[in-house]
Every structure is written in structure tokens, then in C-alpha cells.
């Protein structure tokens, strides 16, 4: 018997003695504390706008143990660090940016070693400051990410791109001058360009050229930047998005159908299975239009439809656009037609709520005031029917938009602002709810000269979009109101 | 002996076991071999702990890699584990358990009192032979169970979950003809290829019944099995203990099966050697 106890005993011994596995435990622990801290930030997930604080408490409070685990290790300390990015975003899901912001230092801080990680929470930080509307931290926070990790002429993280362009951008949204700063955004792009010309980096910073040229209005600068992607990276998978892009610019901005349509055909001969290729030949349909080529335009249009029949979106706009090409024609009765067949065909896309407003509108320009009256009508009934249809979606708000708008045109100033009140009672913040609530102000101002409506109207404005780029405006409009 | 007479033994065996699960002293083999089960158990969800910890840890991550010893991997894997440690388990001391209770049930169906001690002390030196036995035994059904599917994957038509059924079967076919080896070894006294031999022999005259008495209880753990296989998606859906808790309820259940694997089998070979 005490054989037989030596014999196991003696390599469990050796195995205990040998082994140095005593510092997993904290580790395991403190895994096991994340994954229940994860369980609890999953439910806030679910419904982010049912959470309730104590929700959100114990859920820094479970992050918070995980970090509390003492001891050894690098996976120990990574997952304290992803424990405290956890609580970080938690305190940005109830809006307590500067909670948010020192856990972000307090990463910072603790991972010195990891330039990387860093860099990353460098940007959240700024990210931070940017969502609260303190655009001047902001402003030097990105500056501060951008000189330490771009300048440097080293390969850079491909999520710190945009972080030049940022600047500018924030400048002018300060209404500053930002001309200089858009110069600076560049070099620095171009400084990544020459380190490393054909890397997949250097294509996406010569992007961020042709957005700042592009945000300037400096249009031919922005296309220029885009053919300069098409030569030195002729193989990249992303060509096709930047010609399309190049095509868009010269159709729409330098006025060169010519050139837009070559570069549209390019697309579509040397990239057949490019996912928007249903866009590329709307927008070739559309250049025909602009170049009064109606019957090619159709052909593109019908093309659409027969080849991309999944591309609802596509699909409904080249319908569309079979309407105009009839009506480039003078065939108003075919183009009537086309024109229906969107709402009945494509029920559900902006280009069936563009439809029934458009053919009132066409009546009421050509001074056919009974068929337009009777028009808006039908378009009214159309949009309450899409609002019944899709109760308080997105889409239900831009219809009830669009019924405002039928009783604008008819100068309806009344139904007009009962419908726009509908709209931003009816519907969650949105572009449609922004707009309804500053065209009411505007109604009530110049129309029914009624200042306290239109001080209402503003006053719920600000109230629901606190950070709307449109709100200094909104206040000084308000002061002089008042 | 005709078909119908077999089948009436079939069922007989089955009877005289579920009478005497009243006999409580019938379930301690499978019980104590359920307690060193639920000991493994306990060590491989406590694997970071000591003293557990010392032994484990290099263990496991020699085995299956250091995502064992992380959180909720671990658990994720722990039906794994289990099964592996369990497999090990069953040679070196679940042998020895399906001979003490062949022996008792042996006794029992002989109308005199099932003893564990007794029983004990009349496998303790025919241990080597059931450990040689398990050993074919298990190398020939895990052939089949694991390896078979694993050669002919990609090299034939057959559908993967048709090459596991198929595997399955085999396996049961393999447990069925070594099945009378416990009863003849440890009641008769026969050895190793004596019992081998009549083993083989008695499954090829009574092939059906011997399929279905290991095929039952066999066929009874899959759905349990079934469920154990998903651990991603139950650690994703519910909590990562809600395996240990399954694994808990497989060992219980194992009790229960395992108690009518063994009596229905030695109940079966003294009748057929009774009519015989």
C-alpha cells in the first residue's frame, strides 16, 4: 500500500514542483470576471435607449473588478486595458464624455509601450471631445495625434487617416478660415504618399487629397488627385470605387460629360462584377440626359433594370429616368406612365417618394392649375398611404415630409405647419424631423409672420439637435426673434 | 433457439434488471465510479486552482493547447476534457467496476445477495485480463467511432453525417460482440481469448439482441452528447456553467445507463446459457 502511495505521489510532486502555473489564476479570474462584465454589457446593448443608469453602473462596476485583479502577466494587463476601453465607452453611451475621457488617459498612461494602442486611444479621445462640441480640444487633440504619428514619415495605423483631414474640417465647422490647414492636412498626406508610394496606405492618404480638394470646391484638383490613384495603383480592388468617384466629379462638378462617361465605361469593362455597377449605368443614363441624348439614356436606364434587378434603389431610379428621357422627349404621356410604374414597382424607395410631388409640381409649372390641384391631392393620399404603410420608419418620415411639402407648393401655410408638427411629433430625431422643424420656423416667420410659433419651432429644434452643425445659426435667428 | 424465444430472453433480461433496481446495493460500482467522475469534474472546472493547477495546467496545454486555460474556452472545451480524462478513467478503474457489478448482478439473478466486497475481491486479481480486453475493445470502437469517418472523409461520396452514423453503428457492433467478455471472465472464470472467443461466439447467435442491449443505452446518451457538442453556442446563449452543469447531469444519467448496459447483458447470458 505505501508502494503504491509512493508511486503516485513522487510525479504529481514532480509535476507540481516543476510546474510555475500558479500566476494563471489571477488571470483566469479576472477572464472570467470580464466575460460576466461582457454578459451585462450585451443587454445594455440590446437597447441602449431602454438601459437604465443602474444598468450602466454595473456594468463599470463588473469592467472595474476585472481590472482589480492583482498580479503578473501580460494578458493581465491587456485585460484590464480592454476592461477599462469597455467602461470608456460605456460612459460615452450615457454621454459622460469627461468620465470617458479619463478612462481613455488613464489608458494612455498605462501603456506606454504600445505607441499603437495608443495612437488609438488618442483618437477616441479626440473622437470624444468632437461628439461633446468641444470643437477647439478637439481641433488640438487630433493636431497633437496627427504630428506625433503621421508626421513621422513611418508607416502609420490606417485608422489614423482621416485624422488630418479632421482639422480643416473642424476649423471651418468653427467658421474659421481653414484654407491654411487644408495645406497642412495635405502634406502630410502627401509625406505618406513618397515614404511609401505603392502601399495600400499610400492609396488611401492620396483619398484624403482628393476629399480636401473636393471639400474646397477645388474640383479638378480632387479629380486630378483620383487619376493619379488610377496610375500608380492600377491593380488595387478599390479602382473601381475610385473611378466611379473620378465619373461622379466630372459629371456633376466640372461639367464633362465626355470625360465622365469614359470613365464610367471603364468601370464597367474592366470590372464587371463591381457590386454598384447598377449606379455606374444609372449614372451613365443620366449624363445622356444631361447631354440630350434621351434614347441612349434609355438604353442605359433599361439596362439597370434588366441586369440588376436586386439594386432596388438602381432600379427605381433608372424607372425614373425612363420618365425623364420620355419627357426629354416631349412624350409626356409615356413619360406619365414610367413615372407611375415607380410607385407601383418600387414602393418602398426614395425614388417612388420623389414621384408624386414631382408630377404635381409639373402640372403647377405649366400653369395647368386644375390637373396640378387635382395632382397634389393624389400626391397626398399617395404619401398618407406610405405613412400608413411603413408606421414611424425613416421612410414614413420623408413621405409625411412630402406632404408638408405639397401643401408649401399649394402655399397651404396652415396644413403645411399641422403636417410639419405631425412630422416632429410623430418621428424620432432625424434629417427629415431637422429640416420639418426649421422650415416651420421659417413658415411661421416670413408666411404667417407669427414669431412666438417661430420661436417655438427653433426652441424644439435645439432641443432635439443639440449638436446640429445648423445651430448657431438657429440662435442668432432666435435673438432676433426675441 | 428461435427468434421469438431470443427476443423473449431480450426481454426478460430487461425486466429482471428494472426489478431489481429496487436492490439499491446493485447501483454502488456505477455510483463510486460516478463520485470519481464528478472528482474529475471539479478538477477541470477548478483547473486554475490549486492544487488542481500544478498538474493540469501543463497537462492541458500539452493536449489541447493553451485556449484551455483561458475563460470561457475552458468551458467550451470541457466536455472534451471530460471525455478524454473520462476514457482514461475507464480503463484504469471503470474496467474493474463493470466487473464488480457483472458479479453482483450475476449474484442477484442467481437469487442470492449481491455483495460489493465480495465482488471486488473476485475482480481484484482478473483486473489484467479486463484491462486487456478494454484495451482491444476500446482501440477497435474508437477506430471505428473516430478514426473511420477521419480516413474516408473527402475519399467517398458519402455524406459526413452518414459516414458518422455509419461509424456509430460500427461502434455498437464492435461493443456487442465484446460484450459477454465481463460476465465470462468474472462468472466463468475463462480467460482472455477463451472469453474473447465466446464472446464472439454468443454475439454471432444472438447478433440482434446483443445490438440492441448495447445499442439502448448507447443511443440514450446522444441526444445529451448532441447538446455537449454545442458548447459555442450555449456559452453564447446562457452562461459557460451551464456546462458543468449538463456534464453533472451526464454523469448521473451515466449511472442510470451504464446500470442497464451491464445488468441487461449478464441477465441475457445466464438465461441464454440456462436454455442452452
Redesign the interface.
Known amino acids: 500500500m505505501k508502494r503504491i502511495f509512493l508511486i503516485i505521489l513522487i510525479p504529481?510532486s514532480l509535476?507540481?514542483g516543476?510546474?510555475r502555473?500558479?500566476s494563471?489564476?489571477p488571470?483566469?479570474?479576472a477572464?472570467?470576471a470580464f466575460?460576466k462584465a461582457g454578459?451585462l454589457y450585451q443587454r445594455i446593448l440590446i437597447n441602449p435607449a431602454l438601459a437604465q443608469k443602474d444598468d450602466y453602473n454595473r456594468t463599470i462596476e463588473a469592467y472595474r473588478k476585472v481590472i482589480g485583479f492583482q498580479g503578473q502577466g501580460k494578458e493581465l494587463r491587456d485585460l484590464a486595458t480592454r476592461a477599462r476601453l469597455k467602461i470608456a465607452q460605456l460612459w460615452l453611451g450615457q454621454k459622460d464624455y469627461l468620465q470617458a475621457i479619463a478612462e481613455y488617459r488613464q489608458v494612455w498612461e498605462e501603456n506606454t509601450g504600445n505607441p499603437n494602442l495608443q495612437a488609438l486611444v488618442g483618437l477616441s479621445i479626440a473622437q470624444t471631445y468632437e461628439e461633446m462640441g468641444d470643437l477647439q480640444t478637439s481641433i488640438k487633440e487630433y493636431t497633437k495625434l496627427a504630428q506625433s504619428y503621421l508626421a513621422a514619415g513611418e508607416k502609420p495605423q490606417k485608422e489614423l487617416l482621416s485624422v488630418p483631414l479632421k482639422v480643416p474640417r473642424l476649423y471651418r465647422r468653427l467658421g474659421k478660415r481653414a484654407e491654411g490647414k487644408y495645406g497642412w492636412a495635405r502634406g502630410l498626406y502627401q509625406g505618406i504618399v513618397a515614404h511609401q508610394p505603392e502601399s495600400p496606405l499610400a492609396l488611401l492618404a492620396q483619398n484624403q487629397i482628393a476629399l480636401s480638394y473636393a471639400d474646397q470646391g477645388e474640383w479638378k484638383k480632387a479629380a486630378d488627385a483620383l487619376e493619379q490613384i488610377v496610375r500608380q495603383h492600377p491593380q488595387s480592388p478599390l479602382l473601381p470605387q475610385v473611378l466611379f468617384t473620378a465619373g461622379n466629379i466630372y459629371s456633376q462638378r466640372l461639367s464633362s460629360p465626355e470625360r465622365a462617361l469614359q470613365t464610367y465605361q471603364r468601370i464597367l469593362n474592366g470590372y464587371p462584377q463591381y457590386q454598384l455597377g447598377g449606379e455606374v449605368l444609372l449614372s451613365i443614363g443620366k449624363v445622356y440626359l444631361q447631354k440630350g441624348k434621351p434614347e441612349k439614356a434609355r438604353e442605359s436606364f433599361q439596362k439597370v433594370i434588366k441586369d440588376f434587378p436586386k439594386d432596388l434603389s438602381s432600379s427605381a431610379q433608372a424607372q425614373f429616368g425612363i420618365g425623364s428621357s420620355y419627357e426629354a422627349e416631349g412624350k409626356w404621356d409615356e413619360a406619365l406612365n414610367e413615372y407611375r410604374w415607380v410607385i407601383d414597382k418600387y414602393p418602398h424607395t426614395q425614388a417612388a417618394l420623389q414621384v408624386p410631388l414631382y408630377l404635381a409640381d409639373h402640372y403647377s409649372q405649366k400653369k395647368m392649375n386644375n390637373l396640378a390641384e387635382q395632382e397634389y391631392k393624389r400626391a397626398v393620399k399617395t404619401y398618407e398611404g406610405m405613412v400608413e404603410k411603413y408606421p414611424k420608419s425613416l421612410f414614413a418620415a420623408y413621405a409625411q415630409e412630402r406632404i408638408a411639402q405639397c401643401y408649401l407648393h399649394q402655399k397651404r401655410w396652415k396644413e403645411a405647419t399641422s403636417s410639419l408638427w405631425a412630422l416632429t411629433r410623430d418621428y424620432p430625431p432625424s434629417s427629415p424631423v431637422a429640416d420639418g422643424l426649421l422650415v416651420l420656423g421659417m413658415i411661421y416667420e416670413s408666411q404667417l409672420q407669427d414669431n412666438s410659433g417661430a420661436l417655438r419651432a427653433y426652441k424644439e429644434f435645439l432641443r432635439r439637435f443639440p449638436r446640429h452643425p445648423l445651430k448657431e445659426k438657429v440662435e442668432k435667428k432666435m435673438e432676433k426673434l426675441k | 433457439m428461435g427468434a421469438l424465444e431470443k427476443a423473449n430472453l431480450f426481454f426478460w433480461a430487461w425486466t429482471q434488471s428494472a426489478k431489481s433496481a429496487k436492490n439499491l446495493k446493485l447501483f454502488t460500482p456505477f455510483l463510486l465510479y460516478g463520485i470519481l467522475q464528478g472528482a474529475i469534474l471539479v478538477m477541470l472546472v477548478y483547473l486554475?486552482?490549486?492544487?488542481f493547477?500544478?498538474?493540469l495546467?501543463?497537462l492541458l496545454r500539452r493536449f489541447f493547447g493553451p485556449i484551455a486555460?483561458?475563460?470561457?474556452q475552458?468551458m467550451i472545451i470541457l466536455p472534451e476534457m471530460f471525455h478524454r480524462a473520462d476514457l482514461i478513467l475507464s480503463g484504469i478503474i471503470g474496467v474493474g467496476v463493470i466487473g464488480v457489478a457483472t458479479q453482483m448482478f450475476a449474484t442477484r439473478f442467481n437469487g442470492e445477495k449481491p455483495q460489493l466486497k465480495t465482488g471486488i475481491r473476485r475482480v481484484l486479481p482478473l483486473y489484467g485480463i479486463l484491462f486487456l480486453l478494454w484495451v482491444l475493445e476500446t482501440g477497435l470502437v474508437l477506430g471505428f467511432v473516430v478514426e473511420l469517418p477521419r480516413l474516408l472523409a473527402g475519399t467517398t461520396p458519402l455524406g459526413g453525417r452518414f459516414l458518422r452514423i455509419l461509424s456509430l453503428l460500427f461502434g455498437i457492433i464492435v461493443g456487442a460482440a465484446f460484450a459477454y467478455t465481463s460476465v465470462l471472465v468474472v462468472w466463468e472464470g475463462k480467460g482472455l481469448l477463451k472469453a474473447l472467443r465466446g464472446s464472439f461466439s454468443l454475439f454471432g447467435q444472438n447478433t440482434f439482441s446483443s445490438f440492441f442491449l448495447v445499442a439502448i443505452p448507447t443511443l440514450l446518451h446522444l441526444p445529451l452528447d448532441w447538446v455537449l457538442g454545442k458548447g459555442s453556442f450555449l456559452v453564447s446563449k446562457f452562461?459557460?456553467e451551464i456546462i458543468c452543469w449538463l456534464l453533472i447531469f451526464y454523469i448521473g444519467f451515466t449511472i442510470f445507463t451504464n446500470y442497464f448496459l451491464i445488468g441487461p447483458i449478464t441477465g441475457f447470458y445466464l438465461l441464454v446459457k440456462e436454455k442452452s
Open positions: 504529481l509535476l507540481a516543476c510546474s502555473e500558479s494563471i489564476l488571470r483566469y479570474k477572464e472570467k466575460f454578459k | 486554475a486552482y490549486p492544487p493547477s500544478a498538474i495546467v501543463p486555460l483561458h475563460y470561457p475552458s452562461t459557460p
